[in-house]
């Protein structure tokens, strides 16, 4: 009797519990939704500043206006962590076109690639050479590329449903299109903007040089989707057709900018630190919404809707804003260096950095006893229509803290339109829903609410011995 008794309470205990957990996670959905913060932070950092390229001023209006609006959240601290962060700037804007024959051109758009050198001065002209991947250099040799521009034409893969894999399949054209192509030769590449998309925006991106020696540097772009059809088009009917190109932009010396933190200190074991976090900075083409304007202001959120939700984290719960995720990955470096000299316990980080639109759930780098209990939430989220718990990438800027302990997750919005935007001129505050803006930044509080009050050493033990 006393047996049956004991289990009477278990289960009614867990079901008071649930019931603690799903009026908590209301809480945080009904604040967002009616009273949240994040759409109108993101207003000001993609309106009054725009974008934020690190080094940049803009970028330094980002770190004192979201130092600001920490302060005025009433955490337990707030602070600026400085790093050293590369400062590229593009310059007067690129300029292209086909010539199909002397005097006849046709103009396309085109970006310089993050960190690529300018043209010389009056630009370059030459004849132009297609290949579907830089891996076909190779076979072509120095022959048939030298004094040619390179043109990479890789399309997404437009059949894989997460367009992070398709992403991925082709990015490293445009990192090392140029640094391969002028081992043979090559006077310029054009590399295809990496959009799903038939549209007239290029999209820029980090490109890399590797340790090539500055005298074999040479300039490299991305060119719209659709003038990337035109230009393949008219290389098909024409092979001896001639390609121009100006840029303008160059590399400076390395500045001084800073990581953004605010954190509310945890009631009983504030040494167990959750990170959450988003990049400040930005590209220089839009005004950085979706990348990452979205995932630092649902970010600040997390910390304000636990107050306004009269949460009181157990756990340290720290928002960091990165600076240079974009092109060096500077602030998220020197945050886990950091972190690691001094001796923090960091239990857990979630980052925001796929664009502000539906969330469908989140991406984990756990163990699986861990993930089993984070999947056993998923009821507790079906209201919400967050159903996708698996594992998978976490995200950049809390990659340097990876170790045997540390949980890393990443928020997951749909993504069929965010590489749309991704880079490009068009990423821009008019292109983000506010109610999608809302649900993520609650579907991100509501997930670091459960870590805080279950803990993953706890977590874990509990898994393991029912195994």
């Known amino acids: 009797m006393k047996r049956i008794f004991l289990l009477l309470l278990i289960v009614v205990t867990v079901q008071i519990s649930a019931q603690t957990d799903a009026e908590n996670l209301k809480k945080i959905y009904d604040n967002s939704l009616t009273n949240g913060m994040s759409y109108q932070w993101l207003d000001h950092l993609s309106n009054q500043i725009g974008g934020r390229l690190s080094g940049s001023l803009n970028a330094e209006k980002a770190v004192q206006y979201t130092k600001e609006e920490f302060e005025t959240l009433g955490l337990d601290k707030v602070w600026l962590q400085p790093v050293m962060v590369p400062r590229w700037v593009r310059g007067a804007p690129e300029f292209a076109y086909i010539e199909t024959s002397p005097g006849k051109t046709t103009n396309v758009n085109i970006c310089a690639l993050g960190g690529s050198i300018a043209t010389p001065e009056g630009g370059v002209k030459a004849n132009i050479i297609e290949v579907a991947t830089y891996k076909d250099l190779e076979a072509l040799g120095e022959a048939k590329i030298k004094g040619k521009i390179v043109f990479i034409n890789r399309p997404m893969q437009a059949n894989l449903i997460n367009t992070f894999e398709a992403y991925g399949g082709c990015s490293s054209e445009r990192y090392r299109g140029a640094q391969e192509a002028a081992k043979y030769g090559a006077v310029g590449v054009i590399v295809r903007s990496l959009n799903l998309r038939l549209d007239d925006y290029p999209h820029t991106g980090s490109m890399s040089y590797g340790d090539l020696p500055n005298s074999m540097r040479i300039p490299s772009a991305a060119i719209s989707t659709n003038d990337a059809e035109l230009l393949s088009g008219m290389l098909a009917l024409d092979e001896n057709i001639k390609f121009y190109f100006s840029q303008h932009c160059k590399k400076l010396a390395d500045v001084q900018s800073y990581n953004v933190i605010g954190e509310i200190t945890g009631s009983e074991f504030p040494n167990e ?94 163990s699986e006893a861990m993930l089993t209990k984070i999947q056993s939430w998923r009821p507790l989220f079906k209201p919400y229509l967050i159903h996708y718990f698996e594992e998978g990438y976490s995200g950049a800027d809390i990659s340097p803290l990876k ?15 965010y590489f749309d935007h991704h880079h490009a001129a068009n990423d821009t505050f008019e292109h983000v829903n506010k109610r999608e803006l809302e649900l993520g930044a609650a579907s991100m509080t509501a997930l670091i609410y459960l870590i805080d009050k279950y803990g993953t050493d706890t977590i874990n033990a509990e898994v393991q011995l029912k195994d």
């Open 273 to 366: 630190i959750i990170v959450v976090g988003g990049h400040l900075d930005s590209w220089d083409l839009g005004d950085g919404s979706h990348d990452d304007g979205a995932g630092v202001v649902q970010s600040m959120d997390v910390l304000r809707l636990l107050k306004e939700s009269g949460i009181r984290p157990k756990r340290t719960i720290r928002v960091v804003l990165f600076m240079n995720e974009e092109n060096g990955l500077r602030g998220g470096k020197k945050y886990a260096e950091v972190a690691k000299s001094k001796g923090e316990n960091h239990i857990f980080a979630l980052e925001s950095d796929s664009g502000g639109f539906t969330p469908r759930g989140f991406s984990f780098q756990s």
């Open 403 to 417: 170790n045997d302990n540390i949980v890393l997750a990443g928020l997951r919005p749909d993504s069929q339109r």
